[in-house]
C-alpha cells in the first residue's frame, strides 16, 4: 500500500483543526484559520529549503520523476531548462 503525503497532510490538518474547535466550545475561527497556517507553514518550510539550497519544489519533481515514468523525460528536460 502506498500512502500519499499531501493526503496525509490534509487529513491531519483537518483532524487539527476538529480538535481545536471541539476543545474551543466550537467556536468557527479554529476551521478558519486551518487554511492559513497550512499555507503559512509551507511557505517557510518553502524559503527555508530554498535558504539551505534544495528547494522543495526540485525534490518534488524530482520524486514525481522517478515515480513517473512516462513523465520522466519531460520533467527532466524541464528541470535542464527551466526558461
Known amino acids: 500500500m502506498k500512502v500519499d503525503p499531501i ?4 487529513t491531519l490538518t483537518v483532524a487539527i483543526a476538529l480538535a ?18 497550512v499555507t503559512g507553514t509551507l ?11 534544495r528547494p522543495l519544489l526540485l525534490l518534488a519533481a524530482e520524486h514525481v520523476a522517478k515515480t513517473n515514468p512516462e513523465r520522466r ?10 526558461a
Open 7 to 10: 493526503a496525509v497532510v490534509s
Open 20 to 37: 481545536a474547535y471541539a476543545l474551543t466550545g466550537g467556536d468557527a475561527v479554529a476551521l478558519k484559520l486551518r487554511r492559513g497556517a
Open 43 to 53: 511557505g517557510v518550510a518553502a524559503l527555508t529549503s530554498v535558504a539551505l539550497g
Open 73 to 82: 523525460s519531460e520533467i527532466e528536460g524541464r528541470l535542464a531548462d527551466p
